[in-house]
């Protein structure tokens, strides 16, 4: 058999054998890996948009908290205003019941 002649042409088509098996396995080694990478970028894409997602509920709620601060400043601008209205008018009848009272008195120290 070592002597056939033919020897050299027939392992080399077991190696040109070999390495098409060989070539397959490379090919489906790298199928599986484009798949794995396929499928992390998949992952990483849902994780962006759930991400994407809480951070515009938490925007929404940030906006809402700013939006109930800015209406109680101002309905406590509001109040405050209308205190401070409530004092002028007070502080006027004050004024005028001092005013009436003193021309009252000077009246009666004149009779």
Known sequence: WENNPFLPIIKAGERKEKGKE???V????MI???EEVNRLKNDIEREREEIKKQREELQKE???VQKERENQR???EKQRQE???ERRELEKVKNDLLKEKQQRKEKEERE
Do not use: P, S, T
Request: charged content about 75%.
């Open 26 to 29: 490379r090919e489906n080694g």
């Open 22 to 24: 060989d070539e397959k």
């Open 32 to 34: 599986e890996e484009k």
């Open 62 to 64: 940030k906006d809402e």
């Open 83 to 85: 205190v401070e209205k």
């Open 74 to 76: 101002q309905e406590g």
